[in-house]
């Protein structure tokens, strides 16, 4: 059961805010008459390991988790709570709180009072952040030198590049004038580039050539659907991927996985 157990944290609640409407991942995804605005499900597990707190989201078309580390974490455990209704509450308060979770969670300040909500018993979809909690995060991040190749599941990632989350805006933006709500990736091993790219028509279309840092592996071509850029924040970022194959977009304390859009 997921969603009771104790649990008791302190940390400040500008930055907790920050970090839950991240992993909504809001925004525009693909849908038949072009982009529609969707987010993955109003529901957040929140997990508190050793100084860090971990927060994980998760549909059959996205998974994602963050990592806030240097928390105080009194004592450990785990949450899974409404994501609106926990936002509602935390804009209430400033500065440092407490957050406590029993049959409940209460959230106190000795500033701003204190404040209860429900916790819900489980997250939409229990199985898929069991997987994510699953992966090896820390080796999601390519180094820019050991060759390495990551595995989603059965699915090899031989590909990987290192880029820089802000040489991507303007692409991203580009993008999105297109209003499709959807990104293709390619890299191109033998000229050495790698294109960001969506079309509607022959006639309507972005594409931009993207700087990379390091690369390694083989050409390799994926297209997906929804937001990813504003869950990073001006960091470097490592891309795995392959043909057809989910995408792994992480950085040190985040990752993205995309399942590939395919046409038809």
């Not at 404040?115 to 995060?137: E, G, Q, T, V, Y």
Request: charged letters at 25%; glycine letters at 8%.
């Amino acid at each position: 059961m997921i969603g009771y157990g104790s649990m008791h944290i302190v940390l400040d609640s500008k930055k907790l805010i920050k970090e839950i409407e991240r992993i909504r991942l809001k925004g525009k995804y693909f849908s038949s008459g072009g982009a529609k605005n969707e987010s993955l499900p109003d529901a957040v597990v929140i997990e508190a390991i050793g100084d860090d707190l971990l927060i994980y989201n998760g549909n059959h078309i996205c998974i994602c988790y963050i990592k806030m580390p240097g928390i105080t974490v009194v004592e450990e455990g785990e949450m899974t709570v409404e994501i609106s209704r926990l936002l509602s509450h935390l804009k209430v308060f400033k500065g440092s709180i407490n957050i406590q979770v029993s049959d409940k969670i209460v959230i106190d300040s000795n500033v701003t009072g204190k404040s209860a909500l429900p916790l819900l018993l489980n997250h939409p979809n229990p199985a898929i952040i069991a997987r994510i909690k699953s992966f090896d995060k820390d080796a999601m991040v390519w180094d820019g030198e050991d060759e390495t190749e990551y595995i989603v599941g059965k699915t090899k990632l031989p590909t990987a590049l290192n880029v820089s989350s802000l040489h991507l805006e303007a692409p991203i933006k580009g993008c999105d004038n297109i209003d499709m709500g959807r990104y293709k990736f390619d890299l191109n091993e033998e000229d050495e580039t790698f294109t960001i790219s969506t079309s509607s028509s022959p006639t309507n279309y972005f594409t931009a050539n993207i700087r990379m840092s390091d690369w390694q592996g083989e050409s390799a071509t994926v297209e997906f659907s929804g937001p990813f850029l504003t869950f990073f924040e001006g960091e470097g970022i490592t891309i795995r991927m392959s043909d057809d194959a989910p995408i792994v977009i992480a950085s040190e304390d985040r990752a993205i996985i995309k399942a590939p859009f395919v046409e038809g």
